[in-house]
């Protein structure tokens, strides 16, 4: 799993991390039941504090993507679909896209409709 | 770069000489079994087997039984021998080491229950064996030892040079990059478990002298069945458990890193291997990270996707280096 983070990029670093992850797994390069590296370990070898990690693991365990429990670490949870992944995260991209861009929620839904 | 070419830094010696060296192994307990027919109604039960100086003897043993142990040692020795020949020809160095060890064991062996039959024949008694002179039969093995090391020959390296320029990730001044993959093993885990299970049955047995050394194996052999290898600004490690690193490469340590196949026959075996110039982590055979160090030395893991890895050091390093 290659985990990049651009410090330069006004993205969140927490939210660089947790979409380096999700396409890990979209990608299959870390697969269901495999540990995540632990949090602080992350955090050191890309040079961000450990509570940035934690809040993209914390991120990524409210989508069902990741169990996340003391002492056992972030682990991949059983079933996770990875071109349901894929599909978030472009959902993800296009919604930051189009919010950047001025468009509402409603805008956006229209959108959607529209290009069906 | 090809699995041919990639991992051979030592030149086998010819196939004549290795059949030869097999054979050679063989021969301490060919020579048993000739002493055996030659001495069987002349040697006594018992034959002198220990001195404290030239004169006599302050140790028996058994004349047969002590034969047979030594006979069956030799005959495992020729088996090493045949069998590191067999599996090991990929890899000369740990070839030559097992098939010198297992020569030099045997013809010791045999010697010493050689000195003790003819020391017991020539005083007509075991206790009436004085060593004397034939102390000096134990140089026989050693230069036979030194005509089986001639045989199997010194091993010879040469340095070897990258085919291709392998691939170097491209990173921003302001970007960080770490990798990180956890390597499982289900053949380490199954042996893990037979350990554990050895070792709670012989503690249900109050063997402890078992049971604690099947214990620590399980544990070692348990940490190697979890493994992460990681790669990032610090440059790469190996971690058991997650966070106890057992090998660590600085990024100004690396000279370069390629994804290359690794053959476990060529690298020494499975496990952590330490070879003379090169060390390596191997759980199956398959594609590999190998990091070639600036002091020359080499180390290799066993990845599923080494690609990556090996990109993203280079561009680590090529960064670092300025």
Same mark, same amino acid.
């Given at each position: 799993?290659?985990?990049?983070?651009?410090?330069?990029?006004?993205?969140?670093?927490?939210?660089?991390?947790?979409?380096?992850?999700?396409?890990?797994?979209?990608? #299959?390069? *870390? &697969?269901? /039941?495999?540990?995540?590296?632990?949090? =602080?370990?992350?955090?050191? $070898?890309?040079?961000?504090?450990?509570?940035?990690?934690?809040?993209?693991?914390?991120?990524?365990?409210?989508?069902?993507?990741?169990?996340?429990?003391?002492?056992?670490? #972030?682990? *991949? &949870?059983? /079933?996770?679909?990875?071109?349901?992944? =894929?599909?978030?995260?472009? $959902?993800?991209?296009?919604?930051?896209?189009?919010?950047?861009?001025?468009?509402?929620?409603?805008?956006?839904?229209?959108?959607?409709?529209?290009?069906? | 770069?090809?699995?041919?070419?990639?991992?051979?830094?030592?030149?086998?010696?010819?196939?004549?000489?290795?059949?030869?060296?097999?054979?050679?192994?063989?021969?301490?307990?060919?020579?048993?079994?000739?002493?055996?027919?030659?001495?069987?109604?002349?040697?006594?039960?018992?034959?002198?087997?220990?001195?404290?100086?030239?004169?006599?003897?302050?140790?028996?043993?058994?004349?047969?039984?002590?034969?047979?142990?030594?006979?069956?040692?030799?005959?495992?020795?020729?088996?090493?021998?045949?069998?590191?020949?067999?599996?090991?020809?990929?890899?000369?160095?740990?070839?030559?080491?097992?098939?010198?060890?297992?020569?030099?064991?045997?013809?010791?062996?045999?010697?010493?229950?050689?000195?003790?039959?003819?020391?017991?024949?020539?005083?007509?008694?075991?206790?009436?064996?004085?060593?004397?002179?034939?102390?000096?039969?134990?140089?026989?093995?050693?230069?036979?030892?030194?005509?089986?090391?001639?045989?199997?020959?010194?091993?010879?390296?040469?340095?070897?040079?990258?085919?291709?320029?392998?691939?170097?990730?491209?990173?921003?001044?302001?970007?960080?990059?770490?990798?990180?993959?956890?390597?499982?093993?289900?053949?380490?885990?199954?042996?893990?478990?037979?350990?554990?299970?050895?070792?709670?049955?012989?503690?249900?047995?109050?063997?402890?002298?078992?049971?604690?050394?099947?214990?620590?194996?399980?544990?070692?052999?348990?940490?190697?069945?979890?493994?992460?290898?990681?790669?990032?600004?610090?440059?790469?490690?190996?971690?058991?458990?997650?966070?106890?690193?057992?090998?660590?490469?600085?990024?100004?340590?690396?000279?370069?890193?390629?994804?290359?196949?690794?053959?476990?026959?060529?690298?020494?075996?499975?496990?952590?291997?330490?070879?003379?110039?090169?060390?390596?982590?191997?759980?199956?055979?398959?594609?590999?990270?190998?990091?070639?160090?600036?002091?020359?030395?080499?180390?290799?893991?066993?990845?599923?996707?080494?690609?990556?890895?090996?990109?993203?050091?280079?561009?680590?390093?090529?960064?670092?280096?300025?």
């Amino acid at each position: 799993m290659l985990v990049k983070v651009d410090g330069a990029s006004p993205v969140p670093l927490s939210e660089q991390i947790a979409a380096q992850i999700r396409a890990a797994i979209a990608r #299959a390069e *870390v &697969r269901a /039941g495999e540990r995540l590296p632990p949090a =602080r370990e992350l955090g050191q $070898a890309l040079g961000v504090n450990m509570h940035t990690v934690l809040r993209a693991y914390s991120a990524l365990r409210d989508e069902g993507v990741i169990d996340l429990r003391r002492g056992r670490g #972030a682990v *991949v &949870r059983d /079933g996770v679909d990875g071109a349901r992944l =894929r599909l978030h995260d472009l $959902a993800r991209r296009f919604t930051l896209e189009a919010t950047r861009q001025g468009l509402t929620d409603d805008d956006i839904v229209d959108l959607l409709r529209r290009t069906r | 770069m090809t699995a041919a070419n990639s991992a051979i830094d030592e030149t086998a010696p010819p196939r004549a000489r290795q059949i030869g060296a097999a054979i050679a192994a063989w021969v301490p307990a060919a020579a048993l079994l000739v002493l055996r027919w030659w001495w069987s109604d002349r040697l006594p039960d018992q034959v002198a087997s220990h001195w404290s100086g030239l004169g006599r003897p302050d140790g028996f043993s058994g004349t047969w039984s002590s034969w047979w142990v030594i006979f069956a040692i030799c005959l495992a020795a020729g088996l090493v021998a045949t069998v590191a020949l067999l599996v090991l020809r990929h890899s000369p160095a740990a070839w030559r080491g097992l098939a010198g060890l297992a020569v030099f064991v045997a013809s010791m062996l045999a010697t010493a229950w050689a000195i003790g039959g003819i020391a017991t024949l020539d005083g007509g008694s075991p206790q009436a064996a004085r060593l004397g002179w034939r102390v000096a039969l134990i140089a026989a093995p050693l230069g036979y030892g030194a005509f089986v090391w001639l045989l199997i020959g010194r091993t010879a390296r040469t340095p070897t040079t990258p085919t291709q320029p392998t691939a170097s990730m491209p990173l921003a001044p302001g970007e960080q990059a770490a990798w990180s993959q956890s390597l499982r093993s289900t053949m380490f885990l199954w042996l893990a478990a037979l350990l554990a299970a050895g070792a709670i049955t012989f503690g249900i047995a109050r063997q402890a002298q078992a049971a604690v050394p099947l214990a620590i194996g399980a544990v070692v052999v348990a940490a190697f069945a979890s493994i992460r290898c990681t790669i990032d600004r610090r440059g790469l490690r190996v971690c058991v458990f997650d966070r106890i690193p057992i090998k660590r490469i600085r990024l100004d340590q690396v000279a370069d890193a390629s994804a290359e196949h690794i053959d476990p026959t060529r690298w020494g075996g499975w496990g952590y291997r330490v070879m003379p110039g090169r060390s390596a982590l191997v759980l199956r055979a398959g594609p590999g990270l190998v990091v070639d160090m600036t002091d020359g030395r080499k180390f290799a893991v066993t990845l599923s996707d080494p690609d990556t890895p090996a990109a993203l050091l280079n561009g680590l390093r090529a960064r670092a280096a300025g």
